[in-house]
């Protein structure tokens, strides 16, 4: 039982870092501006600017990064960073 015990605390132990480490390496890779003119945006109507009411990037649920920067990494749109006040049809309202 012991050696079950310490594999488990072992593999849960490097579980929690690999977990830490990609959500650092995630904006990390996310270095670039995404471009409205990029096909998977384009795709998705992806805009800087939202056109539709209480629907922006800063509150959907697939933004990533820190509240309140302009520009932050997004679920959708791997490498590239979305604009907070952006909007895509991809859109999920942010759990409260």
């Known amino acids: 039982m012991k050696t079950d015990r310490r594999r488990f605390l072992k ?28 096909p998977q945006a384009k795709a998705l109507q992806y805009t800087h ?9 800063a509150n959907c649920a697939l933004i990533q990064g820190a509240e309140g920067e302009e520009w932050r990494p997004c679920a959708i749109f791997p490498g590239k960073l979305v ?8 859109w999920a309202k942010k759990p409260v």
């Open 83 to 90: 604009h907070s006040n952006g909007w895509c049809a991809a």
């Open 11 to 38: 593999l849960s132990a490097g579980g929690l870092v690999g977990l830490s480490v990609g959500g650092v390496s995630l904006k990390a890779f996310a270095a670039e501006q995404l471009d409205p003119e990029n």
């Open 49 to 57: 600017e939202s056109v539709k009411e209480g629907s922006n990037c």
